[in-house]
């Protein structure tokens, strides 16, 4: 079973607007933490934001927050005030078992974004 | 500070063949992951090594194997290589330890060939 899913196949937005990027996640552990990275077409992937399970608060890092609604199991990224330097595929992924020494990420197929000028 | 460092960035091999990919962490964090990133995919998790020590494998063959030297920084091999093994792979590092200490940095990566 997929736990990570991002059907939208690839989004466009004109600078300087704000736009979502959609992640569902589908877990039975009730500690896990929820990444987004950025990857350009250099191929690096750039740590963007993160939520843990038991967070309060929705995260924020800059221009990216995090729509965390966690009845639902969505964890979506919000763009603020997008530049064409956000033109990239956008992962979502997931860590489950909350202990440190375990890192394994499980990511989503990702979400191409286009700013368009 | 230097982030996540891999070598090669590139290489070209040829069925058959075996490759060596190599991985420096973020100075002071004790855990390495390694992933495989076929076109159009996400990155699919190999190895995590955290203090010298195999702590997770995922679903990958023998032929895939890896090690964490006392300096942290990693090796991941693969034998007999096959055409599917060509992907981008991924080394990150992680504190593994303090707050947020499960956040994987990402190294460049190296992108496989193989022929």
């Known amino acids: 079973a997929q736990k990570i899913t991002q059907t939208q196949p690839g989004m466009f937005v004109q600078e300087k607007e704000a736009v979502t990027l959609d992640c569902t996640y589908d877990?039975?552990?009730?500690?896990?933490?929820l990444f987004w990275y950025k990857q350009p077409s250099s191929g690096e992937m750039i740590f963007l934001i993160y939520q843990g399970s038991y967070d309060q608060q929705n995260a924020t890092e800059g221009r990216y927050s995090l729509n965390f609604q966690k009845a639902r199991k969505s964890a979506n990224l919000v763009i603020s005030a997008s530049q064409l330097g956000d033109s990239a595929m956008y992962f979502c992924a997931m860590r489950e078992a909350f202990t440190g020494a375990n890192s394994k990420l499980t990511f989503g197929k990702g979400i191409t974004l286009s700013v368009r000028p | 500070d230097a982030g996540v460092t891999q070598s090669p960035t590139h290489l070209i091999k040829t069925r058959g063949q075996h490759v060596t990919l190599r991985c420096s962490p973020i100075?002071?964090?004790?855990?390495v992951s390694w992933y495989q990133q076929v076109l159009g995919q996400g990155p699919q998790f190999i190895f995590q090594?955290?203090?010298?020590?195999?702590?997770g494998r995922g679903n990958f063959p023998d032929r895939f194997s890896a090690r964490q030297f006392p300096n942290y920084s990693s090796e991941l091999n693969v034998n007999a290589l096959l055409l599917g093994d060509s992907a981008l792979y991924l080394c990150?590092?992680?504190?593994?330890?303090?707050?947020?200490?499960?956040?994987?940095?990402f190294g460049p990566g190296t992108r496989l060939l193989v022929l």
């Open positions: 990150a590092s992680s504190p593994g330890t303090g707050p947020r200490g499960e956040t994987q940095y």
């Open positions: 877990t039975s552990d009730p500690s896990y933490g």
């Open positions: 100075s002071g964090h004790k855990s």
């Open positions: 090594y955290y203090e010298k020590e195999e702590r």
